[in-house]
């Protein structure tokens, strides 16, 4: 299986802040990278797709790199609805696995 | 808009098997490049990706489950279903469903969620 490792698990931060978050595989995925995002009681909702495509609907002000296995997803400027927390996913190999999520919380 | 939405027994007993049911509604479930998954989130954990059912009935399972875990698809219903057997305490935990984009291995709708717990 394909490990998906995301650091850090929790962080704080301040409206209109910048926020980065790391998923680095085990493995080579090449571009095979996805972002969610949950809120609490809520299903996961897609932000990112194959790395760094904005999925439609998706304000701008988050965006994601990848370089060789690491993958990073920023969000420029925080905002109160960001608050969340984060997944990656890799759609590289069966099965398909999650990252253990990223808490972002108010500072 | 599609939507997708599970049901099932909120408590099973140890040793017994959890059955949920997805029901789709708002699209056909045979339409488009899809497939269609279950993923389990235990309270304050990470998702675990449990397997996923095409509608030509193909499906593929995570390993750490396969022995005891069964989803089959009814394109008549607009459903489809899991089953696990033999589950333990462990197996308590939110249960979803989803719509997958076959390109990109994109969970792209997913339905509400449903505890499950695992108690005698």
């Known amino acids: 299986d394909i490990q998906m490792t995301q650091s850090p698990s929790s962080l704080s931060a301040s409206v209109g802040g910048r926020v980065t978050i790391t998923c680095r595989a085990s493995q080579s995925i090449g571009s095979n990278l996805n972002w969610y995002q949950q809120t609490p009681g809520k299903a996961p909702k897609v932000l990112m797709y194959a790395a760094s495509s904005l999925q439609s609907g998706v304000p701008s002000r988050f965006s994601g790199s990848e370089s060789g296995t690491d993958f990073t997803l920023t969000i420029s400027s925080l905002q109160p609805e960001d608050f969340a927390t984060y997944f990656c996913?890799?759609?590289?190999?069966?099965?398909?696995?999650f990252g253990g999520g990223t808490k972002v919380e108010i500072k | 808009q599609v939507q997708l939405q599970e049901s099932g027994p909120g408590l099973v007993k140890p040793s017994e098997t959890l059955s949920l049911t997805c029901t789709v509604s708002g699209g056909s479930i045979s339409s488009g490049s899809y497939h269609w998954s279950w993923i389990r989130q235990p309270a304050g954990k990470g998702l675990e990706w449990i397997g996923r059912?095409?509608?030509?009935?193909?499906?593929d399972y995570n390993p750490s489950l396969k022995s005891r875990v069964t989803i089959s698809v009814d394109t008549s219903k607009n459903q489809f279903s899991l089953k696990l057997s033999s589950v333990t305490a462990a197996d308590t935990a939110v249960y979803y469903c989803?719509?997958?984009?076959?390109?990109?291995?994109?969970?792209?709708?997913w339905g509400q969620g449903t505890t499950v717990i695992v108690s005698s």
């Open positions: 059912v095409y509608t030509s009935g193909r499906t």
């Open positions: 996913q890799q759609s590289y190999s069966i099965p398909l696995t």
């Open positions: 989803a719509r997958v984009a076959i390109l990109h291995d994109l969970f792209n709708i």
